[in-house]
């Protein structure tokens, strides 16, 4: 059974960091991508970052890409979202996800997704 676990979420102060992680467990990942997106409230969800699991290839929406940065660990299936330089308005829940490949992700077309984290981030 497919599932995906995300942890590290929290409250931080403007100008500080938090590290996202997502465990997927019941998935073969070598031909998939996995990413972020998040929501906040009383918005639509909104991609983050996604990265092809086989060699690495990243991509980010453009109000993040300066600051995010997404990993993987192929050894423990799992993805990361280092966050630094945090505003408020990047409070929301995040979402960890697997799509067959970025594009899909981005257009909304992903297969599985976590429960999501909450990022609180104070003025």
């Known amino acids: 059974q497919a599932q995906l676990v995300e942890s590290g979420g929290g409250v931080v102060q403007a100008g500080g960091s938090l590290r996202l992680s997502c465990t997927a467990s019941g998935l073969t990942l070598s031909t998939t991508a996995m990413g972020w997106f998040r929501q906040a409230p009383g918005k639509e969800r909104e991609f983050v970052a996604g990265i092809r699991w086989n060699h690495g290839l990243t991509n980010y929406a453009d109000d993040v890409k300066d600051r995010f940065t997404i990993s993987r660990d192929t050894a423990t299936n799992t993805v990361y979202l280092q966050m630094n330089s945090l505003k408020p308005e990047d409070t929301a829940v995040y979402y960890c996800?697997?799509?067959?490949?970025?594009?899909?992700?981005?257009?909304?077309?992903?297969?599985?997704w976590g429960r999501g984290t909450q990022v609180t981030v104070s003025s």
């Open positions: 996800n697997v799509a067959p490949t970025i594009s899909q992700m981005r257009s909304g077309n992903s297969d599985y």
